[in-house]
C-alpha cells in the first residue's frame, strides 16, 4: 500500500514552453514587439486627443465668427 503513495518523486513536466522561449534573442525581439506596439497605441492616442482639439478650435471658431462677413470688414468706431 505504501507504494501506492508516491508524493516524494518529482514527476517530470511535459512541456516548458517559457524555458524554450526564454533565449536571449527571443526575448530582444519580444521586448521590441512590444515597444512598438506600445509607440502605435501612443501615436493613435495622440491623434485622436488632436483631432477632437481641433474640432472643438474649429467649433468655437464657427461660433465665434460673426454671421455677416461682410460686416466684419467694417470698423466699429462707437466701441
Not at 505504501?2 to 526575448?27: A, C, F, G, H, W
Not at 481641433?54 to 468706431?77: C, G, H, W
Request: charged share 40%; hydrophobic share 20%.
Amino acid at each position: 500500500m505504501m507504494s501506492d503513495y508516491d508524493s516524494n518523486i518529482i514527476k517530470p513536466v511535459e512541456s516548458l514552453q517559457n524555458i524554450t522561449d526564454s533565449s536571449p534573442t527571443r526575448r530582444r525581439e519580444q521586448r521590441s514587439r512590444r515597444q512598438q506596439q506600445d509607440e502605435d497605441e501612443n501615436q493613435e492616442e495622440q491623434q485622436q486627443l488632436n483631432e477632437s482639439v481641433d474640432e472643438r478650435i474649429m467649433k468655437n471658431l464657427q461660433e465665434t465668427r460673426p454671421e455677416n462677413d461682410a460686416d466684419s470688414n467694417r470698423i466699429d468706431y462707437h466701441a
